[in-house]
């Protein structure tokens, strides 16, 4: 080998990465080597770098939950398991109840 390749990362990133790759049987050169390798072949990365911001994911989750229908509280939900509820609160078909 020749060439050597710098990046900048976190010591503890780079600690527990190289603890992790001795786990898996190999070491960090072997795997930008492979990486490198993929890169070359495929003109492309092995994985996405489009990321939405975490802020984003929050929000799209928050407004997925808020769009669940609520179910107004009757006897008949009183006494349904806990499975049987969520199911018709996510406006599932419910399968029969296993006590029944």
Do not use: C, W
């Not at 050597?4 to 503890?12: C, E, F, I, L, Q």
């Amino acid at each position: 080998m020749d060439a050597m390749v710098t990046g900048r990362m976190p010591a503890s990133k780079k600690e527990r990465g190289n603890r992790v790759l001795s786990e898996l049987g190999t070491n960090a050169s072997k795997v930008i080597n492979a990486l490198y390798d993929y890169v070359i072949e495929h003109h492309a990365l092995p994985f996405s770098t489009d990321r939405p911001d975490r802020d984003e994911l929050l929000r799209a989750s928050v407004s997925l939950v808020d769009a669940i229908p609520k179910v107004r509280l009757d006897e008949r939900h009183a006494e349904m398991s806990v499975k049987d509820a969520r199911r018709e609160r996510l406006s599932t078909q419910a399968l029969p109840r296993e006590d029944a």
